[in-house]
């Protein structure tokens, strides 16, 4: 009896501790949304140290805008970019914005390209535009109408106003069959991600 016990114990501290680190996350998140940038800090920076992605992220947004700490692009794209490790939408959507614009790196369209197509895949919606934009301008891609009519078609379905627009002008450049297989190809990337869209826009 003496191991099931000592198991069961083991379990229930475990629960006990994953139940206090939600709690705190969940402290820490709500603090950044009100503005209390200082708890949000103090909330999440030792979850983010322990690996979780939406602490990490959390952390990386007060350093890359100077909320409750001093502006530092450096640890802004170190925090987000262990969130992106992990596959968080937002973090590698913000990495991206960073390596366009040159903050806190040297500007890099191509790696840019590379993380917004990391959240597109996640149905990360403002991603998905931004990669089509990318295709429709060769800008870190190779010139591709096609993809990006793809890309502005996904978004369109998935509530994006914008998309809807884009993704017709770029059709102007593609032939009726180029234009058929886009959106194949589109369809089959919104049958395989029923749940895309819920990344934030």
Same mark, same amino acid.
């Given at each position: 009896? =003496? &191991?099931?016990?000592?198991?069961?114990?083991?379990?229930?501290?475990?629960?006990?501790?994953?139940?206090?680190l939600a709690a705190d996350?969940?402290? &820490?998140?709500?603090? =950044?949304?009100? &503005?209390?940038? $200082?708890?949000?800090?103090?909330?999440?920076?030792?979850?983010?140290?322990?690996?979780?992605? +939406?602490?990490?992220?959390?952390?990386?947004?007060? %350093? !890359?805008?100077?909320?409750?700490? /001093?502006?530092?692009?450096?640890? /802004?794209?170190?925090? =987000?970019?262990?969130? !992106? $490790?992990? &596959?968080?939408?937002?973090?590698?959507?913000?990495?991206? *914005?960073m390596h366009a614009n040159g903050w806190? *790196?040297?500007?890099?369209?191509?790696?840019?390209?590379? %993380? =917004?197509?990391? /959240?597109? $895949?996640?149905?990360?919606?403002? @991603?998905?535009?931004?990669?089509?934009?990318?295709?429709?301008?060769?800008?870190?891609?190779?010139?591709?109408?096609?993809?990006?009519?793809?890309? %502005?078609?996904?978004?369109?379905?998935?509530? *994006?106003?914008?998309?809807?627009?884009?993704?017709?002008?770029? @059709?102007?450049?593609?032939?009726?069959?180029?234009?058929?297989? +886009?959106?194949? *190809?589109? #369809?089959?990337?919104?049958?395989?991600?029923? #749940? /895309?869209? !819920? !990344?934030? %826009?």
């Open positions: 009896m =003496y &191991g099931p016990v000592r198991f069961f114990i083991a379990i229930t501290i475990l629960l006990q501790a994953s139940v206090a996350l969940e402290t &820490g998140l709500n603090a =950044y949304l009100s &503005g209390d940038y $200082e708890t949000s800090l103090a909330e999440c920076e030792p979850l983010a140290e322990e690996g979780i992605a +939406a602490a990490q992220f959390c952390v990386g947004r007060l %350093y !890359a805008n100077g909320f409750g700490v /001093a502006m530092n692009d450096e640890l /802004a794209l170190q925090w =987000y970019g262990r969130a !992106a $490790e992990q &596959g968080h939408s937002e973090a590698q959507f913000n990495l991206a *914005v806190g *790196v040297p500007m890099n369209d191509e790696e840019a390209a590379n %993380y =917004y197509r990391a /959240a597109a $895949e996640q149905g990360h919606l403002q @991603a998905q535009t931004s990669l089509a934009k990318a295709y429709e301008n060769g800008r870190g891609v190779e010139l591709n109408f096609s993809d990006a009519y793809t890309w %502005y078609y996904i978004a369109a379905q998935l509530g *994006v106003q914008d998309a809807e627009y884009e993704r017709d002008n770029v @059709a102007s450049n593609l032939s009726a069959e180029q234009l058929a297989t +886009a959106q194949q *190809v589109a #369809d089959a990337w919104l049958s395989e991600h029923p #749940d /895309a869209g !819920a !990344a934030a %826009y």
